[in-house]
T-cell receptor
């Protein structure tokens, strides 16, 4: 069964460093999302992406964040200068475009630890 | 103000018990999702529903659109059902159907 994959599974970085989290969505999906979950808190929406552009972003998704689909398969989340409060689990999700409402398929997550 | 409220936050049960988790929401939705999150952190979709009732094995999900309320039931609970169960609603305001999540219900089933 097709699945969303994410790499790395765990990333440790120092404050101020840039990180890139990678996702490979399901191949025929068209909408892509990033969510994050700070330890002990609920999952929060960061950004959605469709047709090679951001379709919606949350207040969390400030200028330090960017997303890109550099080729036909990868979907990346970049944090330019990480802060301690960026430590969280980051989930990528994708969905098809067949019939509303759209079921979202989640990747296993990348745990980001900023020290 | 929380847009998605779940109750209870924590739930313990003996194996075999019938479990109910409730979810209320205050926004217009495209669909309601029930998700399962295991200790490793991965999220698995259990149900997506916009009306009525769905059943999958021992899991049943219902939704009442007028009352903006949904329930997830687990019949004959088993220790392997122990996980966090999350209610999320699809928000189609900007056409993206992004999910707005509840805080989750941590379920522990003891043998």
């Amino acid at each position: 069964e097709p699945e969303v994959t994410q790499t790395p599974s765990h990333q440790v970085t120092q404050m101020g460093q840039e990180v890139i989290l990678r996702c490979v969505p399901i191949s025929n999906h068209l909408y892509f999302y990033w969510y994050r979950q700070i330890l002990g808190q609920k999952v929060e929406f960061l950004v959605s992406f469709y047709n090679n552009e951001i379709s919606e972003k949350s207040e969390i998704f400030d200028d330090q964040f960017s997303v890109e689909r550099p080729d036909g398969s990868n979907f990346t989340l970049k944090i330019r200068s990480t802060k301690l409060e960026d430590s969280a689990m980051y989930f990528c999700a994708s969905t098809g475009f067949y019939q509303r409402p759209y079921e979202q398929y989640f990747g296993p997550g990348t745990r980001l630890t900023v020290t | 103000k929380n847009e998605v409220e779940q109750s209870p936050q924590n739930l313990t049960a003996q194996e075999g018990e019938f479990i109910t988790i409730n979810c209320s929401y205050s926004v217009g939705i495209s669909a309601l999702h029930w998700l399962q999150q295991h200790p490793g952190g991965g999220i698995v979709s259990l149900f997506m529903l916009s009306s009525g009732k769905k059943k999958h094995g021992r899991l049943i999900a219902t939704i009442n659109i007028q009352e903006k309320h949904s329930s997830l039931h687990i019949t004959a609970s088993h220790p392997r059902d122990s996980a966090v169960y999350i209610c999320a609603v699809g928000d189609s305001t900007f056409g993206t159907d992004k999910l707005i999540f509840g805080t989750g219900t941590r379920l522990q089933v003891f043998p």
